[in-house]
């Protein structure tokens, strides 16, 4: 059965990023001034920080010169084909404040996009459910738009009933995880990331918007799952109002969902692929051998007895686990892992972390590589890396082997060698008498510290493939165990 479905589509992020200063606005013969210029310059500034790379000056904030910012309203005219004056004229701001997808127009999600997935049979799976829908008919819709690429692909798609999916679906609301957090109602319905490890593939539904079936109020589930699918597959957003991966959300449907172009393009990245016996992809559910690894994936082995990391943090309600440049992510009220390349899940981060902490009462968490360090709030890397030596380090310190933060005192400890110093958070300097011996302060651990986690009264560390748990108020280790249960091994 031929499946007669939608258009192109979606979003406008209103990541509001409190050290950005929009430029003055500047009105030029012709366009239409609005009644509300600060309002609709930070709309245009963070529409311009998410999908075209517009980047602050050093002191964090923008040149009011607006050279940058002049440039960038152009490259994104140019990119809808409106008149390139580099003014907020209405039809640009009209654009500004479509619903649309939150993928970049201009630059890599996650620095997978434009790849392809290596094989002609991918499996999806649906995790948690949008309120707005019953079960089966979201079941029925995802199918349907995955059935839209197969036809035109020779791809096939097979269900699976657990975590370990290609494509992972999922509607979910703000911070969710990914570090690209929606919005609320309207501005971006969706995102989804490039094939590749990990998180390559996942595509995210936001629940705060109204799905529906098509017709009434609301969205439709099928034309955003469409789109998001493209980029699941490779594809990137397209310039045509005509093509399914236009970036803004349209209301009206075509008679074929997908066009010439899109056809094209998928074709263009998957027709020399596709294998003998091949010729009819298909979506295939619910069979009992695929809940097999039969598809294997290239990532590291968190069962292994050998297991070691170099930082452990929480980061909001999950636990992040660093392991050069890997990273396994625990959610707390979750059963499964997600795994992969740092960068697919923090794009802005191509090396290792040696340590990391988070202190709650900021919901920042700090990510420290070598003598630098990243700050990270509400999913968000915020801003360019720091200096170490910003905590008061001496200037030999040029790097720490493990750091962790112990609320009820409010201090930060780093672990470097045989020692250790201790950081005042409310004062922000460091504690005098400092660097101290780890091996007197914190008799039975011995060797050099990996990593470490601070849990109610105890800190956690991590030595090697073991885990030495350390009672803060008997000053003594009081278990052992090994790293690699912490990844329910």
Known sequence: MQVMLLPVWFRVLLLLDPGLTAPALVLEGGSTPSPEPQLDLQLATDYLHQYYNLQTDP??????????????????????????????DSDTLEVMRSPRCGVPDVEDFSQVQGTR??????????????????????DSLIQSALAVWARASGLTFVRLHTSSADIRVEFVTNAHGDFYPFDGPRGTLAHAFGPGLGAGGDTHFDDDERWTAGGGSGFDLLMVAAH?????????????????????????????????????????????????????????????????????????????????????????????????????????????IKEGPISNF??????????????????????????????????????????????????????????????????????????????NENRKVMD??????????????????????????????????????????????????SSRSWLSC
Not at 365 to 383: E, M, N, P
């Open 346 to 423: 923090m794009p802005k981060i191509e090396t290792r972390i040696d340590a990391a902490f988070w202190i709650p009462r900021r919901s920042a968490a700090y990510l420290i590589h070598g003598s630098t360090f990243w700050t990270v709030r509400g999913s968000v890397i915020k801003g360019k890396p720091k200096a170490l030596s910003f905590f008061g380090f001496p200037a030999w310190v040029q790097s720490v082997e493990a750091a962790v933060h112990v609320v009820r005192t409010g201090r930060t400890l780093f672990f470097m060698q045989h020692i250790y110093w201790s950081y």
């Open 432 to 481: 005098f008498g400092f660097p101290r011996s780890i091996s007197e302060d914190f008799p039975g651990v011995n060797a050099t510290i990996n990593a470490a986690f601070y849990k109610e009264k105890f800190i956690y560390f991590f030595l090697g493939p073991h885990v030495y748990k350390f009672d803060l108020t008997l000053k003594h280790v009081v278990g052992v165990e």
């Open 228 to 336: 998001e699918f493209g980029h699941a597959l490779g594809l990137k957003h397209s310039r045509s109002p005509g093509s399914v991966m236009y970036p803004t959300y349209k209301m009206s449907r075509p008679s074929n969902l997908l066009s010439r172009e899109d056809e094209a393009n998928i074709q263009a990245l998957y027709s020399n692929q596709i294998l003998p016996g091949s010729t009819c992809p298909q979506i295939v559910r619910n069979v009992p051998w695929m809940s097999r690894p039969l598809f294997p994936r290239l990532m590291q082995d968190r069962c292994a007895p050998d297991l070691t990391f170099d930082a452990v943090s929480t980061l909001g309600d999950a636990t992040f686990f660093f392991r050069d440049r890997y990273l396994w992510i625990k959610h707390n009220e979750q059963s499964d």
């Open 59 to 88: 002191s964090g904030r923008m040149r009011r010169s607006g050279l940058s910012f002049t440039s960038k309203v152009k490259d994104m005219q140019a990119f809808f084909g409106l008149n390139e004056t580099g003014v907020l």
């Open 117 to 138: 997935w290596n094989k002609n049979i991918l499996s999806y799976s649906i995790g948690r459910y949008t309120r707005d829908l019953p079960l089966s008919t979201v």
